[in-house]
Nanobody
Framework: QAQLMESGGGSVQAGGSLRLSCEPL?????MGWFRQAPGKEREGIAN???????SYADDVEGRFTISRDKARNTLILQMDSLKPEDTAMYYC????????????????????WGQGTQVTVSS
């Protein structure tokens, strides 16, 4: 299993931006970003497969962008127009299985995880 590491979390005001990174970039299967707020279940918010097929959760689509930076061997999550409800621990994850219909959303499908990076958005 891959050893993943996230970085880039922090505290920002509503409307601000953060850029999360996850290393290393895995070239097979699916990579995804997940978040977990206190008292809530972990949820998938964005994923990308090795063919660059991308999927977003409804509440982040149009504000967050997932991308693969091959030059830096890094998975990126650009988060713009942040809201207080985006406050959570953010995790990246990987699974080597190649899903024909694109990556699944649920965390149960991903086998390798990072330790997480905290994102706090104040109003």
């Amino acid at each position: 299993q891959a050893q993943l590491m996230e970085s880039g979390g922090g505290s920002v005001q509503a409307g601000g931006s953060l850029r999360l990174s996850c290393e290393p970039l895995m070239n097979v299967g699916c990579m995804g970003w997940f978040r977990q707020a206190p008292g809530k279940e972990r949820e998938g918010i964005a994923n990308i497969d090795s063919s660059e097929r991308i999927s977003y959760a409804d509440d982040v689509e149009g504000r967050f962008t997932i991308s693969r930076d091959k030059a830096r061997n890094t998975l990126i999550l650009q988060m713009d127009s942040l809201k207080p409800e985006d406050t959570a621990m953010y995790y990246c994850a990987h699974d080597k299985y190649n899903w024909q219909g694109g990556c699944p959303r649920g965390p149960q499908f991903f086998k390798s995880w990072g330790q997480g990076t905290q994102v706090t958005v104040s109003s």
